[in-house]
């Protein structure tokens, strides 16, 4: 079945430094989600990318959809203390009623 | 845009008990919503989609007799845990489709439940 794969589990990174992670596949996406989840709060869509090759940007964020439709990263450029938490991407599956798919998630801790 | 808010955010009670989370969109109307569960350090686990205005679909291996869900509004869909038991105590959060963008779906703040 589908699955998402996604790296690295955990990420320990000095403040001020850029962050990257991604999520591969064995199927075709048409859509990758990136979410950020807080302790004890649900997840924030940070963004959305429809179109592949398509390269989106969110403030310090920027998301690329792979060319193939099989992969998709997440890049965090001059981290704060305030990125740190839990990254996840996410797809939706085949012939579902809109359900997603999630990737593992990526912690992210930000060394003092 | 795109809120969704869950109600309580935690709850504590007795082994036995039923217990009831809501989900609203408050900005958006949702034709679907999602119910998760989530146990530390892990992803979200999909239990159930909701419709408006028909029966929710279960995940393999989630009881529907014991998570009831109701989506009687394209605001509001309800989860009742019912009898709840120590093994149910967890993380639940709820997502919305909003019914004009493709896929994307926006979640509430979550819900801790603890049963005794």
């Known amino acids: 079945g589908q699955q998402l794969n996604q790296s690295p589990q955990s990420m320990f990174i000095q403040e001020g430094e850029d962050v990257s992670m991604n999520c591969t596949s064995s199927s075709i996406f048409n859509t990758w989600l990136w979410y950020k989840q807080d302790p004890g709060e649900g997840p924030v869509l940070l963004i959305a990318l429809y179109k592949a090759g398509e390269l989106t940007s969110n403030g310090r964020l920027t998301a690329q959809f792979g060319i193939t439709r099989k992969d998709s990263f997440l890049n965090i450029s001059a981290s704060i203390p305030s990125d740190v938490g839990i990254y996840f991407c996410?797809?939706?599956?085949?012939?579902?009623?809109?359900?997603?798919?999630w990737g593992a998630g990526t912690k992210l801790i930000i060394k003092p | 845009g795109a809120v969704v808010s869950q109600h309580p955010s935690w709850v504590i009670c007795k082994s036995g008990t039923s217990v009831k989370i809501e989900c609203r969109s408050l900005d958006f109307q949702a034709t679907t919503m999602f119910w998760y569960r989530q146990f530390p350090k892990q992803s979200l686990m999909l239990m159930a989609t909701s419709n408006e205005g028909s029966k929710a679909t279960y995940e393999q291996g989630v009881e529907k007799d014991k998570f009831l869900i109701n989506h009687a509004s394209l605001t509001l869909s309800t989860l009742t845990v019912t009898s709840a038991h120590p093994e149910d105590s967890s993380f639940y959060i709820c997502s919305a489709r909003d019914s004009l963008t493709y896929n994307e779906q926006f979640f509430g703040p979550g819900t801790r439940l603890t049963v005794l």
């Open positions: 996410a797809g939706p599956l085949r012939d579902s009623n809109y359900q997603l798919i």
